[in-house]
């Protein structure tokens, strides 16, 4: 499966973006999905994640109630809708595959396949 990721881009602080992720090959409905990010000199952390129904969403603190993950099985994509972004939040962000249908998690261990990230500058 290959992952495409798209939607960064240059913003302000407090504005918002929408990353999009479309995966090709073959179909990824019965695996959760999820997003994560790199800022320069840090390690990836996970962002948000997604259960393989779409029925469980799941955050990482930073982001709880700005960021909002979702998908569409039938067009296998998933999406990142940021809001109120802040400048730290300036990172690449990559969408990622776990390894094993219906299983959640939000350890990178568990996401075998990865987008080829898109940058995300927030500017102050």
């Known amino acids: 499966v290959q992952l495409q990721a798209s939607g960064g881009g240059l913003v302000q602080a407090g504005g918002s973006l929408r990353l999009s992720c479309a995966a090709s090959?073959?179909?990824?409905?019965?695996?959760?999905m999820a997003w994560f990010r790199q800022a320069p000199g840090k390690e990836r952390e996970f962002v948000a994640g997604?259960?393989?129904?779409?029925?469980?969403?799941y955050y990482a603190d930073s982001v709880k109630g700005r960021f909002t993950i979702s998908r569409d099985n039938a067009k296998n994509t998933v999406t990142l809708q940021m809001n109120s972004l802040k400048p730290e939040e300036t990172a690449v962000y990559y969408c990622?595959?776990?390894?094993?249908?219906?299983?959640?998690?939000?350890?990178?261990?568990?996401?075998?396949?990865w987008g080829q990230g898109t940058l995300v500058t927030v500017s102050s």
């Open positions: 990622a595959l776990n390894s094993r249908p219906y299983e959640s998690g939000r350890q990178r261990i568990a996401f075998g396949s």
């Open positions: 090959g073959r179909s990824v409905a019965n695996y959760a």
């Open positions: 997604i259960n393989w129904t779409g029925g469980n969403r």
